[in-house]
């Protein structure tokens, strides 16, 4: 099962930078920040990538507020 990342984004972070950004650090796909939810995306990971390990490595990225494992992701 995929595991999701929810990433909080700065104030006037560079969205296509970050998404690059994100995707390198080992993301399969990035959501978009939507009009509702314009200061955080989704980051999907794969079944066997470990997301304690992704979620401190992004943390570190410019442009990054917050990055927490989506619980939600563990029980559907």
Sequence with gaps: MDQRVIVGLQPGAEWGQLKRDLQRAG???VSEPSRYQPDAVVAT???KQDVTIYTERVRQ?????YAEPD??????
């Design 71 to 76: 619980a939600m992701s563990e029980t559907c």
């Design 61 to 65: 990225l410019p442009g990054v507020r």
């Design 45 to 47: 990971l794969g079944p």
């Design 27 to 29: 993301a399969h796909t």
